[in-house]
């Protein structure tokens, strides 16, 4: 069905594997396609919960497709607004967890900062090499990353182009967790499978609640979460959730 990547699915959740290896997972136009076009197919499914995302082991994915890109004028990339479709990747409720082995550089590593975490193996690099090419990160890269790891890293990794190792990246803030880079799918897994047993719709409104702090001041977000929480009393998951903790049992969210 895809001819750049595999999805396929373990329970309540939704594996996609970029399968570019000999490019090491270049993002072409046809790859942003097809990751996009499953996610919201996903996005749809109600029996899936959670994404896992990931890429080859020598490669999460090298970046943006330089091949495709360097005959471009302005006009073109103006025309097409380049790179725009990726908003519909973020505009994806669903849980989206990036699982990193090897490279994941310029638009690598936007893609994996645009998922809701990354969970990235020992060997993983990252990096926003873009000056090096002559050009500035063009899927949100100079913005994600300076939110996650703020101005001083940010501005380092991108005006040097240098590569972070794991061990950086997750002391940084890039990253959530490290795991030896046998376990990066089977831990990624695991976690989305953790969320997917939660209720959709809390999953959904936490997620969405969380990407605010991106977005709103301290207090506006604050009062948006405040509103949301007193606004979940009363629903079905609510109930259930609280009434199975004060009967000692496990909660069973029935998903409507
Ligand atoms: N695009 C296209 N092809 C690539 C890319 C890429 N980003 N990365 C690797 N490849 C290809 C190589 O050309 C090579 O192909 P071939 O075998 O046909 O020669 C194959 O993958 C294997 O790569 P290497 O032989 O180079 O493997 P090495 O192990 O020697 O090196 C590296 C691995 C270090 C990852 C190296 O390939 C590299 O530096 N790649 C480019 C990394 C990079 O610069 N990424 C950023 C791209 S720009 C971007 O993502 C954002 C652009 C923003 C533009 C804004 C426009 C609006």
Not at 36 to 41: K, Q, R
Not at 64 to 90: P, Q, Y
Not at 213 to 236: D, I, S
Request: glycine letters at 10%; one cysteine or more; proline letters at 2%.
């Amino acid at each position: 069905m895809y001819e750049t990547i595999e999805v396929s699915q373990e329970g309540r959740v939704a594996l996609i594997r970029l399968n570019r290896p000999k490019q090491l997972n270049a993002l072409n136009s046809t790859v942003a396609r097809e990751i996009i076009a499953a996610t919201e197919a996903i996005e749809k499914d109600h029996t899936i919960g959670a994404i896992v995302l990931t890429g080859s082991e020598r490669a999460f994915a090298a970046g943006a497709d330089i091949s495709e890109m360097a005959g471009k004028t302005a006009s073109d990339m103006i025309e097409a607004d380049f790179f725009a479709e990726w908003e519909r990747f973020t505009r994806c409720r669903t849980p989206k967890i990036a699982a990193v082995n090897g490279y994941a550089l310029g638009g690598g590593c936007e893609l994996m900062m645009m998922c809701d975490f990354a969970i990235a193996g020992e060997g993983a690099k990252f990096g926003q090499p873009e000056v090096k090419l002559g050009v500035v990160a063009g899927m949100g890269g100079t913005q994600r990353m300076t939110r996650l790891i703020g101005r001083a890293r940010s501005m380092e990794m991108h005006l040097t182009g240098r590569t972070m190792g794991a061990a950086e990246a997750l002391q940084a803030g890039l990253v959530a967790r490290v795991v030896p880079d046998a376990e990066v799918v089977s831990t990624a897994m695991e976690s989305a499978k953790l969320i997917a047993s939660y209720a959709r719709a809390t999953v959904r409104t936490i997620r969405d609640t969380v990407m605010r702090a991106e977005e709103l001041p301290l207090a506006e977000g604050v009062h948006y979460e405040r509103g949301l929480f007193h606004r979940m009393f009363g629903t079905q998951h609510q109930i259930e959730g609280m009434t199975a903790f004060l009967e000692k049992r496990a909660p069973r969210f029935q998903e409507g």
